[in-house]
């Protein structure tokens, strides 16, 4: 099972950008991995997966067109550019990895089987 250490995070303005990396223990190909975020008092959900064998991505409709997924598979690393973040971004930001089980790439957490420790986003006003 792969293991995996989030970074990146932190706090920014209302408007501004952040990368988060998730450095993988070996390699991302053929996997599915997400982005996922637990803000407090709500449930963890998905934000962002991808196919890493397709590139194929989806974007929860919240962030879609403000957030962009890309792997670099020489580093075994995913990357979760975030622009234009908002107050209600904030989060602490999981990286997971899972086995495909087909399309659509799902949402649910359930389907992820390696987990990050995570790292903090606060978007300030």
């Known amino acids: 099972q792969v293991q995996l250490v989030e970074s990146g995070g932190g706090s920014v303005e209302a408007g501004g950008s952040l990368r988060l990396s998730c450095a993988a223990s070996g390699s991302i190909t053929g996997l599915y991995m997400g982005w996922f975020r637990q803000a407090p008092g709500k449930e963890r959900e998905g934000v962002a997966v991808i196919s890493t064998t397709t590139g194929t991505r989806r974007y929860v409709a919240s962030v879609a067109g403000r957030f962009t997924l890309s792997q670099d598979n020489a580093k075994n690393t995913l990357y979760l550019q975030m622009n234009s973040l908002k107050p209600e971004d904030t989060a602490m930001y999981y990286c997971?990895?899972?086995?495909?089980?087909?399309?659509?790439?799902?949402?649910?957490?359930?389907?992820?089987?390696?987990w990050g420790q995570g790292t903090q986003v606060t978007v300030s006003s």
């Open positions: 997971a990895a899972g086995r495909p089980l087909g399309f659509p790439i799902p949402f649910q957490d359930t389907a992820y089987n390696a």
